[in-house]
């Protein structure tokens, strides 16, 4: 399997909260996608970091990637209710794509 | 345009028959992928199409057939669908290869019974 620890599956947290989701991969990537899943749509990528890179930010994104652990994370910001959705991870690797299991957020208001 | 379609968005087939599901672009995308997603599973890459060479993943090689008649076009088959086949199926495409952001369709959703 291309994953280490498992996503965590479910988070739960009141708007204007920050949160941080996790993942680790165990093989070579040059790239680490973050996806994010809406009910009834496919997966749409909202943040990619290269592997030259440490941290990224868009918006009220922001990713990290840590190459020597093989973990990287995105971290939300003043989280609102239409960043409710699943998030996933992924990776490249030769001629393939890994998802991770993806964590499923619910933004309270 | 963005936008990656597929047909159907509900499919409800009979075990021991076949399945073909449609996925097209108007990207001019290089590659077209399929992944199957069950509940609380990751998405998992089923096969990909780079312009006309077919990959597909090891352990799913004799269970998924897909063709590309043109760029826009891919389609996945099922010759003959089990209960396991029963999932959520998502195309999506890329300008090049993996590395590139992956364009996804709105998926179709498969019950065998």
């Known amino acids: 399997s291309q994953w280490g620890e498992e996503n965590l599956q479910a988070l739960s947290i009141q708007e204007g909260e920050d949160v941080t989701m996790n993942c680790s991969y165990k093989t070579y990537t040059t790239v680490v996608h973050w996806y994010r899943q809406d009910s009834g749509r496919g997966p749409a990528l909202i943040i990619l970091?290269?592997?030259?890179?440490r941290e990224k930010r868009s918006g009220r994104l922001r990713a990290t990637l840590d190459t020597s652990s093989q973990s990287s994370s995105l971290s939300i910001t003043a989280a609102q209710c239409e960043d409710t959705a699943v998030y996933f991870c992924a990776t490249t690797g030769y001629q393939n794509f890994y998802f991770g299991k993806g964590t499923s957020l619910t933004v309270i208001p | 345009d963005t936008t990656v379609k597929q047909n159907p968005r509900y499919k409800l087939a009979r075990v021991g028959k076949p399945v073909n599901l449609i996925c097209s672009q108007t990207m001019n995308h290089d590659t077209m992928y399929w992944y199957q997603k069950k509940p609380n599973q990751a998405p998992k890459l089923l096969l990909f199409?780079?312009?006309?060479?077919?990959?597909r993943e090891a352990d799913t090689f004799e269970k998924f057939q897909s063709s590309r008649p043109n760029n826009s076009f891919c389609s996945l088959y099922i010759g003959s669908a089990g209960l396991e086949y029963s999932a959520m199926y998502l195309c999506?495409?890329?300008?090049?290869?993996?590395?590139?952001?992956?364009?996804f369709g709105p998926g179709t959703r498969l019950l065998v019974l």
């Open positions: 970091i290269r592997s030259n890179e």
């Open positions: 199409y780079y312009d006309k060479i077919l990959n």
């Open positions: 999506a495409s890329s300008r090049s290869g993996c590395q590139d952001t992956q364009y």
